[in-house]
């Protein structure tokens, strides 16, 4: 049953062949040449909005491995301050 062709824009049950249910045709004035084109801009909507999903997915990975380090880089110099401190407070 998930094997069936959904218009485009509603999602409604189609016939097979078809993009873009009659009643979105007339509801968008949509002659029946155009709907190739429609159909081909949405794919390559949804596909610039994939490249960007990752994109934002790299970046919040990204960030997050930079605080770690930040943050073992902080604990690292903390320490070095506190030997360092008693070190001169022995002298």
Known sequence: MNDVDRCLICGEVIPEGSQVCTACQKKYDIVTGET????????????????????????????ESILRIADRLERTSNGKKKKINSHSICR
């Open 36 to 63: 190739e084109e429609m159909a081909q801009e949405l794919r390559d909507v949804a596909a610039v909005l994939k490249i960007t999903e990752a994109t934002d997915t790299n970046i919040r990975t990204s960030m």
